[in-house]
C-alpha cells in the first residue's frame, strides 16, 4: 500500500507549494477534460520507484483565540489519522507563532509520526532558520525552500523511510498471492457499496485478509463467479474501523485513493436515487487520474419510473462524460439484478486495460486511420506519422512516431484515439497517445 503523506501547517506557510511540487508529475496525465472535477488536496508523488499519497490540509483555518483543536475541520483531522507521516510546516521567515504551539499539541495528542520542516529557508543560514523551532521540542527541524525544492528530495525520502519502518515486518510478504482480477468498489456514502459487495460475495465463506498497519487495515476477499476468480480490495461495509479517531467521516477519500491504485478495475457506484453530485465527480476524477480501468454502476435502479431513468442518463451524460470510455450499467445490488452484465465488463474492462498490441498491428490501425483522414497542414508542414508502438500498459499507452507531431492537434489526437478503441475493442479503459517526433530509425539514411 502507498504510504500517505500529510501535510499540516497554519496558512500560508507553503503546504500548496510544497504539494504542488510533490504531485507535479502527474499532472500530466490528465488533460483538462470538461466536467471533471478534481480535488486539488490530494494528489500521487512518487520518489524514483516509491510512490505514495499526499494530503495538502489546505483547508485548515485555525479560528480566532480558542479552540482550535476543537475547530480544526474535520478533513484535517481524518488526513492526519490516515496519514503514516505528518510533514508539519512552520515559515522560517517569520519564526514561531502561537498557533504552531497549538498544531504542535494537536499534533502530538494524535500519536501520528510527524517530521517538523521549517519552509522558505532559501537564503537562510541553517542555524539561524531552526534557533526559533526547537521550542516546539520535535527535535531537530527540516529545512526546506518548497518554492524552489531544496531539501525537498531528501525530505521526502526521510517521510517515506519513517513510513516503512513503522510498518509491521515483512509487510510486502504478507500480501497475498494474486487471485484473479482485483476489483475496488468505490462510490460515496449509501449508494449501496456493502450491499454489493454482499451480493457479490453471496454465501460464500468470506475470507479476509487482513494487513494490519498502524493507521489502515487493507482487507482483500476473494470470490469466485461463474468460474472466474475475483479479488475486492479493501472492501466497504467489511472493514474494521479505526481506533485512532472515531470521530470519523464514513467517506474516506485515503482509503478510496489506496483500493483504486490497488485495484485493476474499479467500480464507481453511482445511486439512481440521488443526483449525481460533487462527490461523485471527485471520486470519478480521482479514478481517471489513477488511469485505473472502470465500470460505471448506478445503483437503486429497482422502483424508478421510467421517466426518471431517462433523466438519469441524461444527467449522467452531461456530468459525468469524461467517463465515456467506459462501459455503464443499471443495476440494482439489493435485488441483484443486472449483476452479470456488470461482471463481464470488468472482464472485459481488465482485458482492454491489459491487451498486448504489436507494432505491426498498431501501425496498421495508424495508416488506415491516416488513409480515412489525415491530419490538417499547420503552416507549411504537414506533420507525418510513421508508426506506432505500446508504450504501456494499464491504461494502455500508443506511442506515435513521426516527424512534426507537434502539429497535430487536439481533436486529431482524439480522433486517433478513438480509432485504436474501435479497432482493438478498448472499452472500459483510458487510452493515452503520445505522439514523438524524431528519426525514423528504421530509415535508411541516404546521400
Ligand atoms: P499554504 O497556505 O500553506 O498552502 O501556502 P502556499 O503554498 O499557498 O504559500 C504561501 C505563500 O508562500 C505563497 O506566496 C508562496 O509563493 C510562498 N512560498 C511558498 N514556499 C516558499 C518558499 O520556499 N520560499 C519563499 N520565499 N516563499 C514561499
Ligand atoms: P454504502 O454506504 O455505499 O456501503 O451503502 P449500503 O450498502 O450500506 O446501502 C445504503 C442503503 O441503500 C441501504 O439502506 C441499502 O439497503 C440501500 N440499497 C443498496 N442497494 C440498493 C438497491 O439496489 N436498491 C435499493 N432500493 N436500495 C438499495
Redesign the pocket.
Same mark, same amino acid.
Given at each position: 500500500m502507498k504510504p500517505v503523506i500529510a501535510l499540516v501547517?497554519r496558512? #500560508?506557510?507553503? +503546504? *500548496?507549494?510544497l504539494f504542488n511540487r510533490l504531485t507535479r508529475s502527474r499532472d500530466a496525465l490528465v488533460a483538462d477534460l470538461p466536467g471533471l472535477t478534481r480535488d486539488r488536496h490530494y494528489g500521487e508523488g512518487r520518489v524514483g520507484e516509491r510512490p505514495f499519497l499526499v494530503i495538502?490540509t489546505?483547508g485548515f483555518e485555525p479560528v480566532a483565540k480558542e479552540g482550535i483543536v476543537k475547530e480544526m475541520a474535520l478533513q484535517t483531522k481524518q488526513a492526519v489519522a490516515e496519514a503514516d507521516v505528518v510533514v508539519f510546516?512552520v515559515d522560517g521567515?517569520q519564526g514561531l507563532t502561537p498557533h504552531d504551539k497549538t498544531i504542535t499539541d494537536f499534533l502530538r495528542k494524535s500519536g501520528r509520526k510527524v517530521m517538523l520542516v521549517v #519552509? +522558505?529557508a532559501?537564503g537562510m543560514k541553517y542555524t539561524s532558520v531552526v534557533a526559533d523551532f526547537y521550542e516546539l521540542g520535535m527535535g531537530d527541524p527540516y529545512v526546506i *525552500?518548497?518554492?524552489?525544492g531544496d531539501g525537498v528530495h531528501d525530505l521526502v525520502q526521510e517521510a517515506l523511510d519513517t513510513a516503512f519502518a513503522q510498518r509491521p515486518e515483512d509487510a510486502e510478504e504478507l500480501e497475498p498471492a494474486e487471485r484473479g482480477i482485483k476489483i475496488a468498489i468505490v462510490g460515496r456514502p449509501n449508494v449501496g457499496k456493502s450491499t454489493l459487495v454482499n451480493t457479490l460475495i453471496g454465501e460464500q465463506r468470506v475470507i479476509a485478509f487482513d494487513m494490519p498497519g498502524t493507521t489502515r487495515d487493507s482487507i482483500e476477499v476473494p470470490f469466485e463467479r461463474d468460474g472466474k476468480h475475483y479479488t475486492l480490495i479493501d472492501t466497504a461495509g467489511i472493514r474494521r474501523r479505526g481506533k485512532v479517531f472515531e470521530a470519523i467521516e464514513k467517506f474516506s477519500v485515503v482509503k478510496t485513493l489506496q483500493s483504486v491504485s490497488e485495484a485493476h478495475v474499479v467500480i464507481l457506484l453511482l445511486d439512481a436515487q440521488q443526483d449525481i453530485s460533487e462527490q461523485d465527480a471527485h471520486i470519478a476524477g480521482f479514478i481517471l487520474e489513477s488511469g485505473r480501468a472502470l465500470v460505471v454502476a448506478v445503483n437503486k435502479w429497482d422502483g424508478l419510473e421510467s421517466s426518471d431513468r431517462d433523466e438519469i442518463k441524461i444527467d449522467l451524460d452531461r456530468k459525468l462524460d469524461f467517463l465515456s470510455f467506459a462501459k455503464t450499467h443499471f443495476i440494482s445490488a439489493l435485488k441483484a439484478t443486472g449483476i452479470g452484465p456488470l461482471m463481464k465488463s470488468v472482464d472485459s474492462a481488465y482485458a482492454a486495460a491489459t491487451a498486448d498490441l504489436s507494432t505491426p498491428r498498431l501501425t496498421r490501425a495508424l495508416i488506415e486511420a491516416v488513409e480515412k483522414q489525415e491530419p490538417k497542414r499547420k503552416g507549411s508542414t504537414r506533420p507525418k506519422m510513421r508508426y506506432a508502438h505500446q508504450g504501456g500498459q494499464n491504461p494502455p499507452i500508443i506511442v506515435i512516431h513521426g516527424n512534426s507531431l507537434e502539429a497535430i492537434t487536439e481533436p486529431y489526437k482524439r480522433y486517433l484515439e478513438k480509432h485504436f478503441r474501435d479497432t482493438f475493442n478498448l472499452v472500459g479503459t483510458p487510452l493515452r497517445i503520445e505522439l514523438r517526433t524524431g528519426k525514423n530509425p528504421f530509415a535508411r539514411t541516404q546521400k
Amino acid at each position: 500500500m502507498k504510504p500517505v503523506i500529510a501535510l499540516v501547517g497554519r496558512p #500560508n506557510v507553503g +503546504k *500548496s507549494t510544497l504539494f504542488n511540487r510533490l504531485t507535479r508529475s502527474r499532472d500530466a496525465l490528465v488533460a483538462d477534460l470538461p466536467g471533471l472535477t478534481r480535488d486539488r488536496h490530494y494528489g500521487e508523488g512518487r520518489v524514483g520507484e516509491r510512490p505514495f499519497l499526499v494530503i495538502d490540509t489546505g483547508g485548515f483555518e485555525p479560528v480566532a483565540k480558542e479552540g482550535i483543536v476543537k475547530e480544526m475541520a474535520l478533513q484535517t483531522k481524518q488526513a492526519v489519522a490516515e496519514a503514516d507521516v505528518v510533514v508539519f510546516i512552520v515559515d522560517g521567515r517569520q519564526g514561531l507563532t502561537p498557533h504552531d504551539k497549538t498544531i504542535t499539541d494537536f499534533l502530538r495528542k494524535s500519536g501520528r509520526k510527524v517530521m517538523l520542516v521549517v #519552509n +522558505k529557508a532559501e537564503g537562510m543560514k541553517y542555524t539561524s532558520v531552526v534557533a526559533d523551532f526547537y521550542e516546539l521540542g520535535m527535535g531537530d527541524p527540516y529545512v526546506i *525552500s518548497a518554492a524552489h525544492g531544496d531539501g525537498v528530495h531528501d525530505l521526502v525520502q526521510e517521510a517515506l523511510d519513517t513510513a516503512f519502518a513503522q510498518r509491521p515486518e515483512d509487510a510486502e510478504e504478507l500480501e497475498p498471492a494474486e487471485r484473479g482480477i482485483k476489483i475496488a468498489i468505490v462510490g460515496r456514502p449509501n449508494v449501496g457499496k456493502s450491499t454489493l459487495v454482499n451480493t457479490l460475495i453471496g454465501e460464500q465463506r468470506v475470507i479476509a485478509f487482513d494487513m494490519p498497519g498502524t493507521t489502515r487495515d487493507s482487507i482483500e476477499v476473494p470470490f469466485e463467479r461463474d468460474g472466474k476468480h475475483y479479488t475486492l480490495i479493501d472492501t466497504a461495509g467489511i472493514r474494521r474501523r479505526g481506533k485512532v479517531f472515531e470521530a470519523i467521516e464514513k467517506f474516506s477519500v485515503v482509503k478510496t485513493l489506496q483500493s483504486v491504485s490497488e485495484a485493476h478495475v474499479v467500480i464507481l457506484l453511482l445511486d439512481a436515487q440521488q443526483d449525481i453530485s460533487e462527490q461523485d465527480a471527485h471520486i470519478a476524477g480521482f479514478i481517471l487520474e489513477s488511469g485505473r480501468a472502470l465500470v460505471v454502476a448506478v445503483n437503486k435502479w429497482d422502483g424508478l419510473e421510467s421517466s426518471d431513468r431517462d433523466e438519469i442518463k441524461i444527467d449522467l451524460d452531461r456530468k459525468l462524460d469524461f467517463l465515456s470510455f467506459a462501459k455503464t450499467h443499471f443495476i440494482s445490488a439489493l435485488k441483484a439484478t443486472g449483476i452479470g452484465p456488470l461482471m463481464k465488463s470488468v472482464d472485459s474492462a481488465y482485458a482492454a486495460a491489459t491487451a498486448d498490441l504489436s507494432t505491426p498491428r498498431l501501425t496498421r490501425a495508424l495508416i488506415e486511420a491516416v488513409e480515412k483522414q489525415e491530419p490538417k497542414r499547420k503552416g507549411s508542414t504537414r506533420p507525418k506519422m510513421r508508426y506506432a508502438h505500446q508504450g504501456g500498459q494499464n491504461p494502455p499507452i500508443i506511442v506515435i512516431h513521426g516527424n512534426s507531431l507537434e502539429a497535430i492537434t487536439e481533436p486529431y489526437k482524439r480522433y486517433l484515439e478513438k480509432h485504436f478503441r474501435d479497432t482493438f475493442n478498448l472499452v472500459g479503459t483510458p487510452l493515452r497517445i503520445e505522439l514523438r517526433t524524431g528519426k525514423n530509425p528504421f530509415a535508411r539514411t541516404q546521400k
